[in-house]
């Protein structure tokens, strides 16, 4: 059972990044993927191969033409809820000048970005991902916020590696696991 589902975790996992692959392949066709300064051209060739898939072996990414993808990621897990449009630009630019191919963040976020502790964590636009904490009620609000930073990273030539939701929130210390909660995820919502 534990294998099949750290399987499709992974899966989802995966699937979330060829979703968000799709809008950097129509900046490689603008031409906005091109980069001045100190990166070396090396660094950003990934995105002259085309999109992301499961290799046929299945042990790793590849690009469509076949070219192995170096995933060299920068993890900022709490970007949709601590950084502005402004701080989150500025910390791609800085990974893309470094040669980052990946930025790895998650939706719900680590700790309290679900509302009830909001004087402890800064959750900069004031939105939270689910309205009520209710995951069949995502506020749209939080979402766009999300789809932008999204949209920057992309700008960036940064793939997100996008975890949909932290593990507090599916195994709660109330259901035998070490997360404050609250549990929003279980085998059923998690499908729907």
């Given at each position: 059972m534990k294998i099949k589902v750290?399987?499709?975790?992974?899966?989802?996992?995966?699937?979330?990044?060829?979703?968000?692959n799709l809008n950097v392949a129509k900046l490689s066709?603008?031409?906005?993927?091109?980069v001045e300064g100190d990166?070396?051209?090396e660094a950003l060739k990934h995105w002259d191969h085309g999109k992301l898939r499961i290799s046929s072996n299945g042990h790793y990414l590849e690009h469509e033409d076949g070219t192995a993808f170096f995933w060299s990621g920068g993890t900022v897990w709490?970007?949709?809820?601590?950084?502005?449009?402004?701080?989150?630009?500025?910390?791609?630019?800085?990974r893309k000048s470094k040669g980052f191919s990946v930025i790895q963040a998650c939706i719900t976020g680590p700790g309290d970005h679900l509302g009830e502790l909001k004087s402890k964590y800064n959750i900069v636009?004031?939105?939270?991902?689910?309205?009520?904490?209710?995951?069949?009620?995502?506020?749209?609000?939080?979402?766009?916020?999300?789809?932008?930073?999204i949209d920057i990273a992309a700008e960036n030539n940064l793939y997100m590696g996008l975890l949909p939701t932290w593990g507090e929130y599916v195994c709660d210390q109330a259901n035998g696991g070490w997360g404050v909660g609250p549990r929003l995820f279980d085998t059923d919502s998690a499908y729907t």
């Open positions: 750290k399987t499709q975790f992974l899966l989802f996992f995966l699937a979330i990044i060829l979703i968000c066709s603008d031409g906005r993927d091109k990166v070396p051209s709490a970007l949709f809820h601590r950084a502005t449009a402004d701080e989150a630009r500025t910390y791609f630019e800085d636009n004031g939105q939270v991902p689910f309205i009520d904490n209710d995951p069949e009620k995502p506020n749209e609000n939080f979402f766009t916020y999300v789809d932008m930073l």
